[in-house]
């Protein structure tokens, strides 16, 4: 019945915005022979049913990248991440053309991965291309620390795109450096930082960019992520891998590429990694 006066009021609205007096009369009898509303409603696909997690433990349908026992589902890249656009075009192409690859050598401990500052990133096993990610990531308290120096890491979506890891509470950086920056081209619409020694959260909508067959660009990639539930990107077009020299440019890569954790040196804590394929 309300959508009945919803309708009707809208079209009162319509009509009287035209300047004209009688306000159409929907006959519900006639329109009851034919059922024109059947036309708009989609029944198919029916949306897969998933059990949603409580608070932020992983839904039934996704992947667990880290349940707080083990790295089974990481290992140490050869190289990790690019600095410069020349350098991500080499690791690129060692990448795809002949990929090493050792035990990930980050410390397990009361249910968190801890960095282990020296031993490298550390890279998912499996590939993959658009996703949902969820991950907790904890800056631990260090008064000595200040701007880039404090707990920094990044989650480098397909190893190329990073959002940053940093804490960001009251300690100031470059701002599209700093906390839920997709580095050096996107600042955070809002600083969502919590304290350091305190977990934080990142859920991310991640669109990967699509190539034509001669490698030009067909759609860049996109970003939409929360920081401990908050917007802080909105459906971002990323301009190419995120450096710390110099201008990005899209290099065409595989569909699906692996998730990347950065060792920047700090010793920044990770729980509860998963993963939903899109
Ligand atoms: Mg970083």
Same mark, same amino acid.
């Given at each position: 019945?309300?959508?009945?006066?919803?309708?009707?009021?809208?079209?009162?609205?319509?009509?009287?915005?035209?300047?004209?007096?009688?306000?159409?009369?929907?006959?519900?009898? $006639?329109?009851?022979?034919?059922k024109?509303?059947?036309?708009?409603?989609?029944?198919?696909?029916?949306?897969?049913?998933?059990?949603?997690?409580?608070?932020?433990?992983?839904? +039934?349908?996704?992947?667990?990248?880290?349940? @707080?026992?083990?790295?089974?589902?990481?290992?140490?890249?050869?190289?990790?991440?690019?600095?410069?656009?020349?350098?991500?075009?080499?690791?690129?192409?060692?990448?795809?053309?002949?990929?090493?690859?050792?035990?990930?050598?980050?410390?397990?401990?009361?249910g968190?991965?801890? /960095?282990?500052?020296?031993?490298?990133?550390?890279?998912t096993k499996? +590939?993959?291309?658009?996703?949902?990610l969820?991950?907790?990531?904890?800056?631990?308290?260090?008064? @000595?620390?200040?701007?880039q120096?404090? +707990?920094?890491?990044? &989650?480098?979506?397909?190893?190329?795109? $990073?959002?940053?890891?940093?804490?960001?509470?009251e300690?100031?950086?470059?701002?599209? @450096?700093?906390?839920?920056?997709?580095?050096?081209?996107?600042?955070?619409? /809002?600083?969502?930082?919590?304290?350091?020694?305190?977990w934080?959260?990142?859920?991310?909508?991640?669109?990967?960019p699509?190539?034509? $067959?001669?490698?030009?660009?067909?759609?860049?990639?996109?970003?939409?992520?929360?920081?401990?539930? &908050?917007?802080?990107?909105?459906?971002? $077009?990323?301009? @190419?891998?995120? /450096?710390?020299?110099?201008?990005?440019?899209? &290099?065409?890569?595989?569909?699906?590429?692996?998730?990347?954790?950065?060792?920047?040196?700090?010793?920044?804590?990770?729980?509860?990694i998963?993963?939903?394929?899109?």
């Amino acid at each position: 019945m309300k959508q009945i006066l919803a309708l009707l009021l809208f079209a009162g609205l319509t009509i009287s915005l035209h300047g004209q007096e009688e306000v159409i009369q929907l006959d519900w009898d $006639e329109l009851g022979k034919t059922k024109p509303w059947v036309k708009t409603e989609q029944w198919d696909p029916v949306p897969t049913k998933v059990t949603p997690g409580f608070l932020n433990a992983p839904p +039934s349908d996704a992947i667990i990248l880290f349940d @707080g026992t083990d790295l089974d589902a990481w290992h140490k890249p050869k190289y990790d991440y690019g600095a410069r656009m020349d350098h991500v075009e080499s690791i690129l192409a060692w990448k795809t053309s002949n990929p090493s690859f050792s035990d990930a050598e980050w410390e397990v401990k009361d249910g968190m991965m801890i /960095v282990s500052p020296g031993k490298g990133a550390i890279e998912t096993k499996q +590939s993959f291309g658009d996703v949902q990610l969820h991950i907790e990531w904890l800056a631990p308290v260090d008064p @000595g620390k200040k701007g880039q120096g404090y +707990s920094n890491s990044g &989650v480098f979506l397909m190893g190329l795109y $990073e959002i940053q890891v940093l804490n960001s509470y009251e300690n100031a950086t470059y701002s599209n @450096g700093q906390a839920g920056a997709m580095y050096k081209q996107h600042m955070p619409l /809002v600083n969502a930082s919590r304290p350091p020694g305190e977990w934080q959260s990142y859920d991310i909508i991640f669109n990967a960019p699509r190539f034509n $067959e001669d490698g030009s660009l067909e759609k860049a990639a996109t970003i939409t992520a929360f920081h401990n539930g &908050v917007l802080i990107q909105n459906n971002a $077009e990323l301009s @190419g891998p995120c /450096v710390f020299i110099g201008e990005p440019y899209y &290099v065409a890569h595989p569909e699906k590429m692996p998730i990347l954790l950065q060792d920047h040196g700090n010793l920044v804590r990770f729980r509860n990694i998963w993963v939903r394929e899109l």
